[in-house]
């Protein structure tokens, strides 16, 4: 979204607000004077005062207020509100003799009598009513064509009101008594009958003291549950270990035993012989083999102890399936053993907590009928001080009165002058201006170089005006910096030159590629201008036809198009043959576009040209390429992989802001550095300071001008009488 400058907008708009502010006003004159004679209203009105409620005869009740009564109001006064436009109440109104005598009430009139509908649908609109902020007193209204009419509305629908008031007080009030001690009388015998269950409740449960009731039951309890607990967590452990046994006794494979039991098996006496034999049968066999004795020997011996390590196995085996066995069946009886006294103290422990829940159940019971019977006594005290409120209430005066009769009224009610004119002269202002605004706000256009300077990282090389803007008026504009060098658009020409070439050699720039955005933006034309204003400083300038599709730089610079660009690009011709040097020192050299070549776009993106800007660079201080826009042909974006800067040119009213942040992104990855934006074609807004500058700069311009004229001037012969030739 665009920052909108209101004092620029002031500047511009300023003669056509005045010109609305004015008419506003005459137009809220002429509203005002014509609702005065349409439909002028005037107002009756009358006010009531509403009290507190009341907690005795005479006494306006401070202990109602500081219990809830400031809401009790707010509640009671919106009541009221509501009933002064109630239907009943403007249903009496209007069957009132009194109204249907006025004129008001005239178009109701038939030949068979008053018409109550549809009088009724029309007084709503007459009589309003509404409470002032903070304060105890509402406001009836009464507005009519007829003063006369005001008032009697008024007055009857104050009277209509106030006796409706007095019947729904003291009507209410002996209803609600009714109800009240009809309430009352049911509370207390709830209360006795609740008295009268509890004494049943304790006495069928034989409990005679609240404090003990379940209190041995529950001990029990918190005795059983850490000892059911207990023995539970001993079962699942032997039940654990008892099936792990018994899978390691099933394995597919054989029986896996336990290291315990095979230590155990593997420490008894008789294993422990036959241990202490193989051994000294291996140290005899290593002793043989060690004397080398004969090899029966050693036969005889390893026979033995193969015999003798077989008998131990078989006998290992044997005992480890016993004493395994034999420990599966101890854990089977320790399971049984517990499982019995697991059920026992499950037994025991539900026995406890059924005696305790029932216990508790009544306990309960009692409680939730204590609670409804405290429930039920502070209900009573509520409905007995609500009685006594009611009996006050009876016994007092009703809590509205009139404070002030309708009157006469003496002036208008609406229209008043002061708001219809002045809202009238601030509402079409305020529309106007607000259109104003939002079209500032939509305008998507590049109108002026602020535009582009809030696009990000986006420079504003200079500003060309329209051509209209310049005094000078040249004749051919694109040649406008050497035809009119005094001019407005050659000084913007000329900052742009100086910006241009401290750029180019501070970061050793030659080639700078000038494109445009849409066609018609005047690329072409500000670049045979800033050429010309180059090679005003002595520089050696060439300019590049880039733009094979509509070739104009030769035209404009007074050369042929052919041969050129894409005749150098086809082989066809050197670069140095195809240069047409300029007049003098002072012109630039240009490199037409040359013949029609199909291929050249192709070639535009190729090596040759490449080595073309190189060549160029180095017979050249500044070379630039004239492009086709970028909107319409990629020759400019192909273009700048192989200059060493690139230049947009956008013409006011003609391109978007999105247009160019789209090129800005686009040949910011291209090897030409984007230097930034030319605005050409600007047409400053009236009162605005582009156009005080480029008058300033016209006159500067001119003075200078006639300056260096005078200097440049010969003396004169006296003889001659002033009439001698002089430099113009």
């Known amino acids: 979204m665009v920052a909108i400058d209101p004092m620029k907008l002031l500047q511009q708009y300023w003669k056509w607000l005045a010109l609305v502010c004015i008419v506003s006003v005459g137009l809220g004159v002429g509203v005002y004077l014509g609702l005065r004679i349409v439909m002028p209203r005037y107002e009756s009105v009358a006010t009531f005062e509403v009290f507190p409620p009341r907690t005795g005869v005479g006494d306006f009740g401070v202990e109602a207020l500081a219990d809830g009564g400031e809401q009790e109001m707010e509640s009671y006064m919106e009541t009221q509100v509501f009933v002064m436009g109630s239907e009943k109440i403007l249903r009496r109104v209007v069957e009132q003799r009194e109204v249907q005598e006025t004129s008001w009430a005239r178009p109701y009139q038939t030949p068979t009598g008053f018409d109550v509908v549809e009088a009724y649908d029309k007084i709503k609109d007459v009589v309003s009513a509404r409470r002032i902020a903070n304060t105890q007193i509402i406001v009836l209204r009464a507005r009519t064509r007829n003063r006369d009419d005001a008032l009697v509305v008024a007055d009857v629908a104050s ?58 039951q529950l001990l029990e309890v918190r005795e059983l549950r850490p000892l059911l607990a207990e023995t539970n967590s001993d079962l699942a452990e032997l039940r654990s270990l008892r099936d792990v046994y018994e899978t390691m006794l099933n394995e597919p494979g054989g029986a896996v035993f336990p290291e315990a039991i095979r230590a155990e098996v593997e420490s008894t006496p008789i294993i422990v012989n036959l241990d202490a034999d193989i051994s000294n049968l291996k140290a005899q066999i290593r002793m043989f083999r060690e004397r080398g004795t004969a090899h029966r020997d050693v036969k005889d011996l390893e026979s033995r102890l193969g015999a003798l390590q077989a008998e131990r196995d078989d006998l290992v085996n044997e005992r480890l399936l016993a004493t395994f066995t034999a420990r599966i069946e101890a854990f089977d009886d320790q399971i049984a053993t517990q499982e019995a006294s697991a059920a026992d103290t499950q037994g025991r422990l539900e026995q406890a907590e059924q005696r305790l829940n029932d216990i508790t159940r009544v306990l309960k019971q009692h409680d939730d009928l204590q609670a409804e019977r ?173 733009n094979v599709r509509r070739p104009k730089v030769a035209e404009i610079l007074g050369g042929q198009n052919e041969p050129g660009l894409t005749d150098v690009l086809a082989g ?157």
């Open 374 to 546: 405290t429930r039920l006594l502070v209900a009573v005290d509520e409905t007995d001080r609500y009685l006594r409120d009611v009996q006050a209430v009876i016994n007092s005066p009703i809590r509205v009165r009139e404070l002030d009769r309708a009157r006469r009224p003496d002036q208008l009610a609406f229209p008043k002058p002061i708001p219809v004119i002045g809202l009238i002269a601030v509402f079409v202002p305020g529309l106007f201006a607000g259109l104003i605004v939002l079209r500032e706000m939509r305008e998507q256009r590049v109108r002026g170089p602020q535009d582009v300077a809030i696009i990000p990282r986006t420079r504003v090389l200079g500003v060309i005006p329209d051509e209209s803007m310049d005094p000078s008026r040249p004749d051919v504009l694109e040649t406008a910096s050497r035809d009119a060098p005094g001019g407005v658009i050659a000084e913007c020409i000329r900052q742009v030159r100086t910006s241009l070439l401290k750029d180019c050699s501070s970061m050793n720039l030659k080639s700078v590629l000038v494109f445009g955005g849409m066609p018609e933006s005047g690329t072409t034309t500000f670049l045979t201008n800033l050429a010309l204003s180059l090679s005003e400083t002595g520089a050696r300038v060439l300019v590049i036809d880039a």
């Open 159 to 216: 009277s209509v009101y106030m006796d409706d008031v007095r019947d729904r007080e003291k009507g209410y009030s002996l209803d609600q008594k009714r109800d009240l001690e009809r309430q009352l009388n049911e509370l207390r015998a709830s209360i006795d009958g609740i008295d009268a269950e509890i004494e049943t409740l304790l006495q069928r449960n034989r409990i005679t003291s609240l404090e003990q009731a379940g209190s041995s």
């Open 572 to 728: 066809r011709i050197p670069l140095a043959e195809a240069i047409q040097s300029g007049d003098d020192d002072t012109s630039p050299s240009i490199l037409p576009a040359g013949s029609r070549d199909a291929k050249v776009y192709e070639r535009f993106s190729s090596e040759t040209t490449g080595e073309l800007f190189e060549d160029a660079r180095q017979r050249y201080d500044i070379v630039l390429v004239d492009a086709p826009p970028a909107v319409v042909a990629s020759d400019a974006l192909a273009l700048a992989q192989h200059c060493d800067a690139s230049i947009l040119v956008v013409k006011a009213y003609l391109e978007k802001r999105g247009l160019v942040s789209r090129l800005r992104h686009q040949f910011a990855d291209a090897r030409a550095e984007f230097m930034g934006v030319i605005v050409n074609g600007v047409k400053p807004s009236a009162g605005g300071y582009f156009k005080r500058n480029f008058q300033v700069t016209h006159e500067y311009g001119r003075e200078a001008k006639g300056a260096s004229r005078i200097e440049a001037e010969p003396a004169r012969d006296p003889s001659t009488n002033g009439t001698a030739d002089h430099i113009d």
